[in-house]
């Protein structure tokens, strides 16, 4: 009878502690998933937005694109992806709440030392940044120019429009910039087998040589500098 009373004993604490283990593995289970957002992995916050409207364009390529009611989106044009044609870091980014007027600095899109600052395409409040670009990390310029990095609630976009361009007229000024710049690209063999930009185009510009690529192909950068 002792025997079996022992048994019994030792078989429940057995699965207490089973249980309790199990209980454990769980909770830890759960505080990893909440350490661990699912914007950690760039890809499923950088994911592509539907062209429902029309886009508008600001001349230092940046793009203003309607969500919903007064909130748009904003993210860089095909010309600084084109360029930067491999990874890119986001620097500088405005705080959810900043309020910016139109043309004000944005961001700056930086690749080994090099980088390009954006600027506003419309005035209004940031009501949201692109987990992904807050990442202190690299990101695939290409997916990054698909999708969107800030949301802003514009405060008289139909006004700021007026000094937008739209789809054909960025077009026409982004591959007369697209055609200069390959050709010098190819001239210097940074043109790879797919007929990509090479990173090292960008990579291998001296400060001197970056300074006159901006002055020329970036004015807005200068100028806006010596502004604020």
Known sequence: MVFILVFLTVAVCIALN?????????????EKKKKSPIFLSPDKALLPIKRKGER??????????????????VGFDDLIS????????LKNL?????????????????????????????SGEVVDVN???????????????????????????I??????MSDTQAD?????????????????NYVNDGGKLAPEFVENMSEEDWHKFIQKYFPHQEKTITQY
Not at 159 to 164: G, I, T, W
Request: charged residues 25%; proline residues 7%; contains cysteine.
């Open 94 to 122: 405005p705080l959810i709440g900043a309020s910016l007027p139109q043309g004000s600095p944005i961001w700056d899109v930086s690749v080994n030392g090099h980088h390009i600052l954006q600027l506003a395409p419309v």
């Open 82 to 89: 084109f360029l930067f044609s491999d990874h890119i870091k």
């Open 159 to 164: 006004k700021d429009a007026n000094n937008l």
């Open 56 to 73: 508008f364009y600001h001349p230092s390529h940046s793009w203003v694109q309607k969500e919903k009611d007064d909130i748009y989106y």
């Open 172 to 188: 026409i000024m982004n591959n007369s910039i697209r055609d200069e710049i390959f050709s010098k690209a190819v001239k210097g």
């Open 131 to 157: 987990p992904a670009c807050c990442l202190d990390m690299p990101l695939p310029s290409d997916q990054v120019e698909k999708s969107w990095i800030l949301k802003i609630k514009a405060e008289h976009f």
């Open 18 to 30: 089973y249980f309790l283990q199990r209980e454990e593995r769980a909770l830890k289970a759960t």
